[in-house]
């Protein structure tokens, strides 16, 4: 059956002008009744909402049909707007949505979240959303399939650089399948936006490339004309819709003060009659109070499905890297990377890559020669590129971000934790971490990889420690559902091996995160480690043996997950180190410390990390500045034992 074409009937204009007054009142209700909220941009973005979800190709009873159009909302805070519209186009009840309008436990937040019918992408951080239907574009052209994302949007976050960095995107690639859509009321929460931050939308689409359409934002026949006109012209096209703040009742319209606060009682009954609808709120505020008792009872509370598509790749055979060798974390991820492309099967596989002006760096040049189709060059636009990536993980791909460190954690932080709250499956990896990237000096040197991500409640970190480690982690994230970040660091490192030489993460050896690698066993105390100066531990380990001293030394790849029963063994011998190229304050550390405690050992801690940024140099030196060359931890060892 052939999709229905984009349009809205003549017969259906009315209809729509109609119920732009009644979804007015449906705004004022909730808002009024949660006693917060956005009411004014909500009344302001209403007609565009109606008139987008009418024209799109969606189906209200089948919100998740496979071959609808992709319809982004990026000003998250004219939720009750958003609501309105789906609820009196047959998405769901539009009374729920009223009733439980900013209610703990409702699906229908404050902001809008991808658990309602009808909604894409949970949006609040302003600037985001054309990031995120870049990233459904992306995930369309991978596979093969013709939709139309739509991606509307506030006038005041165009200020935002990331919008700029998502327009170029979208140019560069040809993505004649996004439509923007502005709402341009001229107000923001401090005034009229061409007072508090003068953009010029129009020039700014307009120098990227972009065709550019401008309409009356409360016209259903002009917007109508518009969005026809964006979905046929054949490059991306940004419609500017004039509207007002607050339209439909006289003393709220043109006025920012509504644009985040909610009608007074004696406000809101002059507002309804105004719009001439049904002063019904006794009875939503019954339900409201009907509902508020349900959801006190977790039991009863429901678990809402979002339209996740969910991919999950064959890892392909690994790897193995021979004893003696020194070999580049970042080379044996992108070696691997090539391989799982491969292991699909199909010429155009289900993966995106993305980079931003990195790919020898992070080793995924060779990728992108072999796969041109699957890789993304997004330039120096981290927070786009984080964004794109997120988005195009949960539209059927599985997406790898490669960046450095302090790219791809510390300045996209807030990104990733978008992407956290949306459940992507993506891949974060990121090499050049820790004091490691020597030479590039502190401001390249990503001390904090693990610290800024354990904030994350759905990512997962692996730091792996050799080359055959970081390959079999890397074809486990690529066929494990979910976000994970896989951190690496710079130099070439020794493969680590057995006491009888053999290397330790080949053979049988199967990736499995939370589990802990005992590397070296001993009683008189235990070096817990992780990532590249796990095999310092392991060279410190055969010092202390000829000192007669035996220590344990368990390589952690999982930091936010201490393996129980190792952790257990390792506890018996009184005497635990720390031993981590990461700031001590929020790594490993800071991981086994709270395993100790939380399950009450009696255990000594010396915990050996990184106290201050470190400066430009060979890492070697920069790790015996920092106190962890192989001698400042033999001393720290040997101190703990003697005390």
Same mark, same amino acid.
């Given at each position: 059956?052939?999709?229905?074409?984009?349009?809205?009937?003549?017969?259906?204009?009315?209809?729509?002008?109609?119920?732009?007054?009644?979804?007015?009142?449906?705004?004022?209700?909730?808002?009024?009744?949660?006693?917060?909220?956005?009411?004014? $941009?909500?009344?302001?973005?209403?007609?565009?909402?109606?008139?987008?979800?009418?024209?799109?190709?969606?189906?209200?009873?089948?919100?998740?049909?496979?071959?609808?159009?992709?319809?982004?909302?990026?000003?998250?805070?004219?939720?009750?707007?958003?609501?309105?519209?789906?609820?009196?186009?047959?998405?769901?009840?539009?009374?729920?949505?009223?009733?439980?309008?900013?209610?703990?436990?409702?699906?229908?937040?404050?902001?809008?979240?991808?658990?309602?019918?009808?909604?894409?992408?949970?949006?609040?951080?302003?600037?985001?959303?054309?990031?995120?239907?870049? $990233?459904?574009?992306?995930?369309?052209?991978?596979?093969?399939?013709?939709?139309?994302?739509?991606?509307?949007?506030?006038?005041?976050? %165009?200020?935002?650089?990331?919008?700029?960095?998502?327009?170029?995107?979208?140019?560069?690639?040809?993505?004649?399948?996004?439509?923007?859509?502005?709402?341009?009321?001229?107000? %923001?929460?401090?005034?009229? +936006?061409?007072?508090?931050?003068?953009?010029?939308? *129009?020039?700014?689409?307009?120098?990227?490339?972009?065709?550019?359409?401008?309409?009356?934002?409360?016209?259903?026949?002009?917007?109508?004309?518009?969005?026809?006109?964006?979905?046929?012209?054949?490059?991306?096209?940004?419609?500017?819709?004039?509207?007002?703040?607050?339209?439909?009742?006289?003393?709220?319209?043109?006025?920012?003060?509504?644009?985040?606060?909610?009608?007074?009682?004696?406000?809101?009954?002059?507002?309804?009659?105004?719009?001439?609808?049904?002063?019904?709120?006794? *009875?939503?505020?019954?339900?409201?109070?009907?509902?508020?008792?349900?959801?006190?009872?977790?039991?009863?509370?429901?678990?809402?499905?979002?339209?996740?598509?969910?991919?999950?790749?064959?890892? $392909?055979?690994?790897? +193995?890297?021979?004893?003696?060798?020194?070999?580049? +974390?970042?080379?044996?991820?992108?070696?691997?990377?090539?391989?799982?492309?491969?292991?699909?099967?199909?010429? *155009?596989?289900?993966?995106?890559?993305?980079?931003?002006?990195?790919?020898?760096?992070?080793?995924?040049?060779?990728?992108?020669?072999?796969?041109?189709?699957?890789?993304?060059?997004?330039?120096?636009?981290?927070?786009?590129?984080?964004?794109?990536?997120?988005?195009?993980?949960?539209?059927?791909?599985?997406?790898?971000?490669?960046?450095? $460190?302090?790219?791809?954690?510390?300045?996209?932080?807030? %990104?990733?934790?978008?992407?956290?709250?949306?459940?992507?499956?993506?891949?974060?990896?990121?090499?050049?971490?820790?004091?490691?990237?020597?030479?590039?000096?502190?401001?390249?040197?990503?001390?904090?990889?693990?610290?800024?991500?354990?904030?994350?409640?759905?990512?997962?970190?692996?730091?792996?420690?050799?080359?055959?480690?970081?390959?079999?982690?890397?074809?486990?994230?690529?066929?494990?559902?979910?976000?994970?970040?896989?951190?690496?660091?710079?130099?070439?490192?020794?493969?680590?091996?057995?006491?009888?030489?053999?290397?330790?993460?080949?053979?049988?050896?199967?990736?499995?995160?939370?589990?802990?690698?005992?590397?070296?066993?001993?009683?008189?105390?235990?070096? #817990?480690?992780?990532?590249?100066?796990?095999?310092?531990?392991?060279?410190?380990?055969?010092?202390?043996?000829?000192?007669?001293?035996?220590?344990?030394?368990?390589?952690?790849?999982?930091?936010?997950?201490?393996?129980?029963?190792?952790?257990?063994?390792?506890?018996?011998?009184?005497?635990?180190?720390?031993?981590?190229?990461?700031?001590?304050?929020?790594?490993?550390?800071?991981?086994?410390?709270?395993?100790?405690?939380?399950?009450?050992?009696?255990?000594?801690?010396?915990?050996?990390?990184?106290?201050?940024?470190?400066?430009?140099?060979? #890492?070697?030196?920069?790790?015996?500045?920092?106190?962890?060359?192989?001698?400042?931890?033999?001393?720290?060892?040997?101190?703990?034992?003697?005390?």
């Amino acid at each position: 059956m052939n999709p229905p074409r984009r349009w809205i009937a003549d017969e259906h204009l009315e209809r729509l002008r109609e119920m732009g007054r009644i979804a007015r009142g449906d705004i004022l209700k909730m808002t009024t009744l949660a006693a917060s909220g956005h009411p004014g $941009g909500s009344m302001s973005s209403i007609d565009i909402y109606l008139a987008l979800f009418s024209f799109a190709r969606v189906r209200p009873k089948d919100p998740c049909w496979p071959a609808r159009d992709r319809i982004v909302i990026s000003h998250g805070h004219t939720s009750p707007g958003v609501y309105a519209a789906l609820g009196r186009l047959g998405f769901f009840d539009i009374d729920e949505a009223i009733a439980t309008f900013r209610l703990a436990g409702s699906r229908f937040e404050g902001h809008v979240e991808r658990c309602v019918p009808g909604v894409e992408w949970s949006t609040g951080n302003l600037g985001q959303g054309l990031s995120a239907g870049c $990233g459904f574009a992306v995930a369309g052209r991978v596979r093969g399939m013709d939709y139309h994302v739509f991606v509307a949007m506030s006038d005041a976050e %165009q200020a935002k650089g990331q919008v700029a960095e998502a327009r170029r995107f979208a140019h560069k690639y040809g993505f004649s399948n996004i439509t923007v859509i502005v709402d341009y009321n001229e107000r %923001q929460i401090s005034g009229k +936006t061409y007072e508090v931050m003068p953009v010029n939308i *129009k020039e700014g689409y307009a120098s990227d490339s972009w065709r550019v359409v401008e309409t009356d934002g409360h016209d259903f026949k002009a917007l109508r004309s518009a969005l026809n006109e964006a979905v046929t012209d054949g490059s991306p096209t940004v419609v500017i819709a004039r509207t007002v703040m607050g339209k439909g009742v006289s003393f709220m319209e043109g006025n920012e003060e509504y644009h985040g606060r909610p009608l007074k009682i004696d406000e809101y009954k002059k507002a309804i009659q105004e719009l001439g609808v049904e002063d019904d709120l006794d *009875k939503y505020r019954e339900l409201r109070n009907r509902f508020a008792s349900e959801l006190k009872d977790s039991s009863r509370r429901k678990t809402y499905e979002s339209c996740s598509e969910t991919v999950v790749l064959k890892p $392909g055979l690994p790897r +193995t890297y021979g004893a003696g060798s020194h070999v580049e +974390t970042r080379q044996a991820f992108g070696n691997a990377l090539i391989d799982i492309a491969e292991a699909q099967g199909v010429e *155009k596989p289900l993966i995106a890559v993305f980079d931003c002006d990195l790919a020898e760096s992070v080793r995924t040049m060779e990728f992108a020669k072999k796969f041109p189709h699957n890789f993304f060059q997004a330039g120096v636009q981290e927070h786009t590129t984080a964004t794109i990536a997120g988005a195009a993980s949960i539209q059927g791909v599985v997406s790898f971000f490669v960046d450095f $460190g302090v790219f791809g954690v510390d300045e996209t932080y807030n %990104q990733h934790r978008l992407n956290d709250i949306n459940h992507t499956n993506l891949k974060v990896v990121v090499t050049h971490c820790g004091l490691n990237v020597g030479e590039d000096g502190k401001t390249h040197h990503c001390i904090d990889y693990v610290g800024v991500f354990r904030n994350l409640y759905g990512f997962r970190i692996i730091v792996p420690a050799d080359a055959n480690q970081t390959d079999r982690a890397t074809r486990f994230i690529a066929s494990t559902p979910g976000n994970f970040l896989l951190a690496v660091g710079r130099s070439r490192l020794p493969i680590i091996t057995d006491e009888a030489g053999r290397e330790v993460f080949a053979g049988n050896y199967v990736f499995k995160y939370g589990t802990a690698d005992v590397l070296r066993t001993g009683g008189d105390a235990a070096i #817990f480690t992780m990532g590249s100066i796990a095999h310092k531990a392991v060279s410190a380990w055969e010092r202390l043996r000829d000192m007669g001293v035996n220590v344990m030394v368990v390589n952690v790849s999982s930091p936010l997950e201490v393996d129980e029963k190792v952790l257990e063994e390792a506890a018996k011998t009184g005497r635990i180190i720390t031993y981590e190229d990461h700031n001590v304050k929020t790594g490993l550390g800071a991981s086994v410390s709270q395993a100790v405690a939380e399950r009450g050992y009696s255990v000594r801690i010396k915990r050996l990390g990184i106290t201050e940024y470190g400066s430009s140099g060979a #890492f070697e030196d920069l790790y015996r500045m920092a106190g962890l060359d192989e001698d400042s931890l033999v001393e720290a060892v040997m101190k703990l034992v003697r005390s």
